[in-house]
């Protein structure tokens, strides 16, 4: 046994140690203050804004002053407890008649306590004086209560101490749920028989100790602190009403609702064998065997037996003995020996725990089938199938991902991994099995229109083979949220690259020219090459996604809408990016290809201007870009507005002819817009002439007076007349205005 005493010793000094780690609960809000001078001050009570429940808990501390006062109100406090009561000094109302000039000097005190109330169990209504009437009135809910004492003549000072008869001193208690208190003192005769020895009369509340000293007839020292006791709760309902409602409900974790309160509201107090602030994050469990922290509240023989449990303990004794373990019966020691007693313990508990593994691998196992099943129909699967069934097959069969391989790429999804979020989830950059950098899109968790957006683009982007859209490489439909995995893009968004002043300044006209004739190019063959036309909806610089190469890459189908060939148009919830939206589109709902084209002309302004499409921060006229762009034209400033950058002699007039595709783009009708294959085609001309400079694009000079002056010349004036006249906005909506290609300013 020598052995198993030296274990014993070791397990008990181990349990001693752990014994002696005390939770500590906060008492006041994080932040906050919880105490004033020696006053504590725990919540719901609070110091400061934000600190308390709300305002009848507020309390203020006077640092200042020596020693540190506490308030509540204009009351001083001496302690606040979570037992529901606050402790302030009781304010003394004083009646005194001044012989010589026959003065009255008198003071009527009120409390004014909100919800609170009067302790009736604590305090008491007391009057010192003779000749004295006094009354004590306040309210019981929506009652006036009013009640008080008349005290009789005293002959003399020879009155009985700590005896409150009538004779000298007056008491009455205090009713239950009084509150908002006023003291009145009054007197019958203006103590003419009794001034020599009592010229002044009290009244105060205070607490029951409080005993009465004949001293006090001849002078009652008006600061002398009288400590009253008042009552405090939360709410104004009962328990079973306030627990309701859970984001109010303020008893937290291991505590009940007490609604035995005297007045409104209800009190928290922590169960059992619990101790903290039930009103902040909770009780925690008393340990009943720390003798250090909580001397007393166990009986069991040794320290060493005390087992703590959640709200309470047990004596139990150790390995090899038996017996009840709590004092006066002890632990006997077992005849069996330990060894034999350690060998079963220790068989019994390896079969049980690997019969235990195996059972909960298998549970594991089948949970986890059932729940890839329910997410796989969740996530709209079955939709899915139903959507590509019978279309025709991509010579890159997407590929089906694992959930384990996306957590993978992804570190789990940490947040170092994410490259962008946008209107439809969380893009995480990821890297697969062979070092395959990928781009992973996470849908958010919200409802089944989510679901319809995620099925929408997997369906959209099957019907899309084009070297200029981001590849889609398959998707997961194992998880909660739905998964897509495209190609990764590496080098950003056009809309960062245009607005770093850092990285505009690098990217030429010739890059630009190129970016928005692929970014075209794709529309095109939305609209007009695919197998089923697809309007996207929502394109915009921050969708336009750029390789190491600069190479457009357009992405982001979580809006793009399949057009059946029968139709040119449809009716659809608005959607898309203020500042790009369509304003034939916003104002009908009815979605046509142009709608895109309208979005193509806003990205075009923006590289030529390199300004946002919405902006805030400037005037008023400035803050939408295409009337900006369409009001500057008309005014001859076109030049003013581009990036300066930009233009220089060789490529002034590829600017205007950009700048001339933008306005046919942005005009307010659809059918007056170009289709983006003209788009497409026009960008590509232009192209073809950054490379072979030496085609002439023809010239015209009344054209750049219009667009440098806002002025058409006599050419284009009425009747051929000499009467110069603006040709105005009509005539660029009707395409009438060329821009011209060979002049500038």
Request: proline share 3%; net charge negative.
């Amino acid at each position: 046994m020598g052995l198993y005493a030296m274990l014993l010793q070791f397990m008990l000094a181990g349990l001693l140690v752990a014994s002696t780690a005390v939770p500590v609960t906060a008492q006041a809000r994080s932040g906050c203050p919880d105490h004033c001078g020696n006053v504590s001050v725990p919540f719901p009570f609070g110091i400061g804004e934000g600190c308390y429940f709300n305002a009848s808990f507020e309390i203020t501390c006077n640092q200042s002053a020596v020693p540190v006062q506490t308030f509540y109100g204009d009351v001083a406090v001496e302690s606040i407890s979570l037992n529901g009561e606050i402790r302030l000094f009781s304010v003394i109302a004083h009646h005194c008649y001044k012989k010589s000039d026959q003065s009255v000097l008198h003071n009527k005190p009120w409390f004014r306590l909100g919800q609170f109330t009067i302790s009736d169990t604590q305090n008491k209504f007391m009057a010192i004086g003779c000749d004295t009437v006094a009354l004590i009135q306040g309210y019981r809910g929506n009652d006036r209560y009013t009640t008080g004492c008349i005290l009789s003549l005293c002959e003399s000072l020879r009155v009985v101490d700590d005896s409150c008869s009538g004779v000298g001193c007056c008491q009455i208690p205090i009713p239950k749920g009084l509150e908002n208190i006023t003291f009145t003192l009054g007197s019958y005769i203006n103590r003419t028989d009794v001034t020599e020895f009592n010229n002044c009369s009290y009244a105060f509340v205070v607490e029951n100790e409080f005993t009465f000293s004949r001293k006090y007839l001849q002078g009652f020292q008006g600061e002398t602190k009288l400590p009253m006791v008042v009552d405090w709760a939360v709410g104004d309902e009962s328990c079973e009403l306030a627990a309701q409602n859970k984001s109010t409900f303020l008893c937290k974790g291991n505590s009940t609702c007490d609604g035995s309160y005297n007045a409104r509201g209800y009190r928290c107090k922590c169960e059992d064998g619990y101790q903290g602030n039930p009103y902040l994050d909770g009780c925690y469990d008393i340990n009943e065997c720390n003798t250090i922290a909580n001397p007393g509240l166990h009986d069991c023989e040794k320290p060493g037996y005390c087992v703590n449990e959640l709200g309470n303990y047990t004596c139990k004794c150790p390995k090899g003995y038996h017996g009840d373990g709590r004092k006066g019966k002890g632990c006997i020691p077992n005849q069996i020996q330990l060894v034999e007693i350690t060998l079963g313990v220790t068989i019994c508990s390896v079969a049980v725990v690997a019969g235990s593994a195996w059972l909960f691998m298998l549970h594991k196992k089948r949970k986890l089938i059932k729940l890839k099943e329910k997410f796989f129909k969740q996530n709209g699967g079955l939709m899915l199938q139903q959507q590509l069934a019978g279309r025709e097959a991509s010579s890159e069969t997407a590929k089906i991902f694992t959930a384990e391989e996306l957590k993978r790429a992804t570190s789990n999804y940490d947040e170092s991994m994410i490259v962008g979020r946008g209107g439809y989830g969380i893009v995480y950059k990821g890297i697969l099995e062979g070092n395959n950098m990928v781009a992973i899109k996470k849908s958010k968790i919200v409802d089944q229109s989510q679901i319809v957006q995620f099925i929408n683009e997997v369906v959209v982007l099957s019907q899309i083979n084009h070297r200029n859209v981001v590849k889609l490489l398959g998707c997961c439909l194992e998880e909660e949220v739905p998964l897509l995995v495209y190609e990764f893009v590496a080098n950003g968004t056009l809309f960062d690259h245009i607005h770093d002043e850092g990285k505009a300044a690098t990217m030429p006209w010739g890059t630009r020219l190129r970016i928005t004739a692929e970014t075209a190019g794709v529309l095109s063959y939305l609209h007009s090459a695919a197998s089923i036309p697809i309007i996207h909806r929502d394109v915009k610089t921050t969708n336009i996604l750029l390789d190491d190469n600069y190479t457009a890459k357009v992405s982001d189908f979580g809006a793009s809408r399949l057009v059946p060939v029968d139709q040119t148009q449809l009716s659809t919830m608005v959607q898309g990016t203020l500042g790009y939206l369509d304003p034939e589109y916003l104002h009908t709902s009815q979605l046509t290809e142009k709608s895109d084209v309208y979005s193509f002309g806003v990205v075009l302004v923006e590289l030529l201007t390199g300004r946002k499409a919405l902006a805030f921060d400037k005037p008023e006229e400035e803050r939408s870009l295409a009337k900006y762009f369409l009001s500057s034209v008309r005014k001859g400033r076109l030049f003013d507005i581009l990036e300066s950058h930009l233009v220089d002699e060789e490529n002034r007039d590829q600017i205007m002819e950009v700048a001339k595709l933008a306005m046919r783009c942005l005009e307010v009708k659809g059918e007056e817009r170009p289709s983006m294959k003209e788009v497409a085609m026009e960008l590509e001309r232009l192209r073809l002439i950054e490379k072979h400079p030496w085609v002439n694009l023809g010239s015209n000079s009344e054209e750049t007076e219009y667009l440098l002056n806002g002025k058409s010349s006599n050419s284009y004036s009425n009747g051929g007349s000499s009467n110069n006249t603006s040709c105005g906005y009509d005539s660029i909506k009707s395409h009438v205005i060329i821009l011209p290609l060979d002049k500038g300013r």
